[in-house]
């Protein structure tokens, strides 16, 4: 439905988190990614060609897709400029802030007058029912966090494809933007109403009967004050056989809140399947995701290997060394080890 | 902004918790409900002089309150031709359903036809910001449940008004949608988009420095698997210096899931005061609040009595018995007694 392919915007960006939905874009769909818009104070690169609008239409975009991430979603004006730019040149726009682009005048206006549409992924389906906790067939996944933006959407995707590859029925399910724009399907789950969101996990992972798995995208962090009741409800809605913890090592503070610590690792795991045992009994901790990507790679294996010995619990970076181990334990295929040996 | 005063709606409700919003109504607001309206295979009573509409009419009521709450909250064929009927009659109509009056083409249609109003009182405010979970000054308490409609919007109530009894400034913060209409304010938080559960929270209860409490309506329970996502992001939202834990005592299974038992008053209080130190390190808990509205009375104050032994905390049904040991837990006042000197 969205026009490909895309030109990503990462605008004024300088802080690597804001420009998550543009680098996952960039990661894995690169085949529908011409190019990059950044303006001169932007200090970030998806390594991708630099253009202009009227560049990027020439080389065949369609679509640019303002994949940054703000604290509450709003439509800057910066960010309406822009837009406005990029619509004169002959682009489309799609948007996964909460603030929609048809709810703006200035963009609408300039929409029906040059005939260009405008792409709100943040608009939820409007058919989502009430959970009902009910236990439904099939084996789901659930990523969960120590905190926002620490690798959720990488490590399902990693699973995901791990899982194919090793000839396993295996679907990703989107909650929140960039997935949704990675898989072409999913719920935002942040945009759901609030009574909804344990219904619309539900609804995204129905009942599966054909060993597959559905690995269901995380959202937000028990220990986040902003958002934590959504990450409640997904976990309830999700019902998951097996969570995977998802960490950033070198986070300082809570996302956007630097009056808050992050949780510890073994505390955060208890706390997540505490809650996830409402719905799902025999739930297990699988392993432990490391975002190490701002760390040399012989100290990111040593924390791997720290952290597996700490917890018992296989642990890798997804997306730098895979994800063997923790699909080893998630399948109960894993060697004797004396991790394994000590944990089982 | 409601026309008063109202006439309630009972619909053919058979289920006590079904009618909740007319019943808070009617107790709490008994000066503003002239009369109720019920089909003859409705087996509730509010003990309102029934009324059909345009007798209603004629004892003056100006506004229909669909005072009804189904799970889903959806407007079905029998309340649209009642509403219908209501506007014939004259009556504008008042709802807290999640599905919106006026998204019902025929209401709109007879509402646009007859000069009546359609009021939706789940429609939150536009303006609700992203939970930042600083800490703020004020004094806050916060009820919560074991299940959904336990007596959380009463106790609260009782509180506020037994606060104010003792020169204490008190303000009642609805967060639902009888709530609302019984303080004329507040957040309708179930239908607050999942991003601003606990940022509506903090709106709603704002910095306050005059030594008064602001007493914060529960939602929901961490136990429900259906909405403990609103209780958590309530309750980090809240900041809570005091909880109260509310109970039904004779509620057979969670609220609408037969399949779901009903937490352990003990496993709920920890899991409550867990949750809340996120955001409010030193909350406490200060109080157990009973529904024992099916009880005879001699056993509702020996089940007061048993609970408050087994948990050192003191024990009511508030609407039935007060609230003045709760209170002086609260304030720091109580006499000493066996169960106090044990858990102060």
Redesign the interface.
Known sequence: MIATPYLLYLGHSTDAADIKTSRGLAVFRPEICVGEFRHDDCSLTLELPRMDFAAARAAGAQTLVLGIAN???KLGDALIVDALAAMEAGLDIASGL?QRLNAEPRLAEAAARLGRKLHDVREPRPDI???????RPGKRLLTVGTDCSVGKMYTTLCLARALEQRGVAADFRATGQTGILIAGDGVP???????F???AIEQISPARSDDGWDLIEGQGS??H??????????I??AQPDALVLCHDPVRPHMR??P??DLPGIGECIE?NL??AR??SADVRMVGIALNTSAMPEAEAVALCAKTEAEFGLPTSDPYRFGVEAILDRLLGVEAASPVAAQTA
Chains 1, 2 share one sequence.
């Open positions: 604290a509450g979603g909460h029912p009430i959970g009902n906790g009910k236990p789950l942040d945009a759901v109403i609030a009574d969101i344990s219904g028990l220990y004050p902003s958002f934590a009741g959504v990450s409640m409800g997904l309830h809605g956007g809140l009056h808050y706390a505490r809650a409402l719905t």
